[in-house]
């Protein structure tokens, strides 16, 4: 044990057991924060959720983000060490604004995450930089492919995702969207955000207010943007209605039921007789 907590000084020095130690704190320390990120990739947009957390009460709610537009169909979620969450977007905006400036077309989204993620795998190869401790959802539509998701992590690894999440209840809000991920392609926009806000509730299990979400969207129609604490509000009440007609749809006897307590009972056959027809009814 002592001989394997010699490496773990050095970024670049692999353990006997063939492990990057400070790599993994970087790891750990990116979901430090307790806060989790989903994010689902439907028919024609993409959306992406967090909760909004707000570490002091005399700060201004509005100020505390973790969604940020990069370009006009491309924006992203990071959870992370704050210091580095700036770093990381400002270095976003960079590589696009330089990109478009030397070739006179927007960065490709796909070229955009390889390259964060390349800058990201420099910092686990030289002894005078660290990695940064952030996790990266890059949400866009591309004028070729659609909508694209992409899941960046501290090391510099980088892939396409239907539905992806990052951070503390990573492995919660992915087995959530594992079960539902026949549904991606035929979701329209409405469907894309209310799945990935769904997908917060159940892992949390937590009934949000509108103010305490973060959602970012960006459609074939219209640019990436953060929506209003009402528009969320919206979207939480059609799942609440959603809901109930699928409680009610799943117990289709339960109203009938309730209907035959309810009635009054058969009143006796006229003429009398009443004894010999209660009895013929009770061995009918």
Known sequence: MSRESNYDHMISVFSPQGRL???????????????????????????????????DRLLDPTTIRSIFPITDKIGCLLIGLTPDVMAQVQRLRYESTEYRFQYGYDMPPHV?????ADISQTYTQEASLRPMAVYILLVAMDEEKG????????????????????????????NFLERRVEQLTTMDDAA????????????????????????????????????SAAEVEDHLNAIAAGSDAER????PGAAALAAALAAPALPP????????????MRRG
């Open 112 to 116: 955009l995450a390889q390259r964060i």
């Open 192 to 227: 894309t955000v209310q799945l990935a806000i769904q997908a917060m509730q159940s892992v949390l299990a937590t009934d949000f207010k509108g103010s305490e979400l973060e959602v970012g969207v960006v459609t074939q129609d219209a640019s990436f943007r953060t929506l």
């Open 147 to 174: 909508p694209q998701l992409f899941r960046i992590d501290p090391a510099g690894h980088f892939l396409p995702y239907k539905a992806a999440s990052i951070g503390t209840r990573e492995q919660e809000a992915t």
């Open 21 to 55: 130690y400070q790599i993994e704190y970087a790891f750990k320390a990116a979901t430090s924060g307790g806060n989790t990120g989903v994010a689902v990739r439907g028919a024609s947009s993409v959306a992406v959720v967090t909760q909004r957390k707000v570490p």
């Open 269 to 280: 056959p006229p003429g009398g007789g009443g004894g010999a027809w209660a009895a013929r």
């Open 248 to 251: 009610a749809r799943l117990r």
